[in-house]
Nanobody, 120 residues
Framework: QVQLVESGGGLVQAGGSLRLSCAASGSIFSINVMGWYRQAPGKQRELVATMTSGGSTNYADSVKGRFTISGDNAKNTVYLQMNSLKPEDTAVYYC??????????????WGKGTLVTVSS
């Protein structure tokens, strides 16, 4: 019913930048919140940044000042601009969306993830 497709991951040196994209498609009526989470090897999945449909944003302390989340409501797409990357940012980054389906049902959906590797 809903697909979230991430892109933009890859290998980058410390201090470099990457931009992730996530496009949601399917039987979507409206999206309340879209965001990014990450999971490093051996660690739990953690919040990176979220953005509401109204434009309010929330960031993990570890990425504040370095990462910027933005979105295009018309395209059901969210972006994550990651600057000044550190080796500790290495993780699989997952897109998440909390949305209403055309049927009226509300739920949370995940993408399959995109790997970001930051070399020292």
């Amino acid at each position: 019913q809903v697909q979230l497709v991430e892109s933009g991951g890859g290998l980058v040196q410390a201090g470099g930048s990457l931009r992730l994209s996530c496009a949601a498609s399917g039987s979507i009526f409206s999206i309340n919140v879209m965001g990014w989470y990450r999971q490093a090897p051996g660690k739990q999945r953690e919040l990176v940044a979220t953005m509401t449909s109204g434009g309010s944003t929330n960031y993990a302390d570890s990425v504040k000042g370095r990462f910027t989340i933005s979105g295009d409501n018309a395209k059901n797409t969210v972006y994550l601009q990651m600057n000044s990357l550190k080796p500790e940012d290495t993780a699989v980054y997952y897109c998440n969306a909390n949305l209403f389906l055309s049927s009226g049902r509300y739920g949370g959906y995940w993408g399959k993830g995109t790997l970001v590797t930051v070399s020292s």
